[in-house]
């Protein structure tokens, strides 16, 4: 099992970019794991935005994150990373990173970042 | 509107038994294995199924669930109030290349 642990909420203007890490222990080397992103809005469901896999460095976006959401790993600190540029008010929610086993199963989640965009 | 169907509510008594359908097509559950996630208010997504019917270590034999074509059932029998929450399937899509989740059922134990 792994533990994940992703950084603090934050509170956005439209328009600026932020971004949440999501650090990993246990579980064995951070470069086999694949991670990915979720992300939550108020009284939505849960949506996919993408994964990376250390080990290669390959990354995967769903299409309407393609543009505007980057998602980099360090292996060195166990850590991933999801950057949302250009951030709209209807991109408040909040964003999990979840590892991915076998079968495209969610094993493991982050506690979830809070992002709030508001002018 | 999400391409994997769930009703978007059930309720029943506690000790009863609830079942969720995900309804899906070829591209997703059809071909794919299917997941089940639990969301406590307040908690993170916890996995209750995986591999269409397999159980993680910790989650009671009152959570089961199938898979036939291009749908898949969740059941949880003997029902308690502590089981409200908002269930999700989730499955890959091969043709978006995503994970996709249903848009949720919310379960409320009366």
């Known amino acids: 099992q792994v533990q994940l642990v992703q950084s603090g909420a934050e509170v956005k203007l439209p328009g600026s970019s932020v971004k949440v890490s999501c650090t990993a222990s246990?579980?064995?080397?951070?470069?086999?794991?694949?991670i990915a992103w979720v992300r939550q809005a108020p009284g939505q469901g849960l949506e996919w935005m993408g994964r990376?896999?250390?080990?290669?460095?390959?990354?995967d976006y769903a299409q309407k994150f393609q543009d505007r959401v980057t998602i980099t790993a360090d292996s060195s600190t166990r850590t991933a990373y999801m950057e949302v540029s250009g951030l709209r008010s209807e991109e408040t929610a909040v964003y999990y990173c979840?590892?991915?086993?076998?079968?495209?199963?969610?094993?493991?989640w982050g506690q979830g970042t809070t992002v709030i965009v508001s002018s | 509107q999400s391409v994997l169907t769930q009703p978007p509510s059930v309720s029943a008594t506690p000790g009863q038994k609830v079942t969720i359908s995900c309804s899906g097509n070829s591209s997703n559950i059809g071909n794919n294995y299917v997941s089940w996630y639990q969301h406590l208010p307040g908690a993170v997504p916890k996995l209750l199924i995986y591999e269409n019917d397999k159980r993680p270590s910790g989650i009671p034999d009152r959570f089961s669930a199938s898979k036939s074509g291009t749908s898949a059932t969740l059941a949880i029998t003997g029902l308690q109030t502590g089981d409200e929450a908002d269930l999700y399937c989730g499955t890959w899509d091969s043709s978006l290349r995503v994970v996709l989740f249903g848009g949720g059922t919310k379960l409320t134990v009366l």
């Open positions: 990376i896999v250390p080990v290669v460095g390959v990354t």
């Open positions: 246990g579980g064995g080397p951070f470069s086999g794991h694949t």
């Open positions: 979840a590892k991915v086993g076998p079968a495209y199963t969610l094993s493991d």
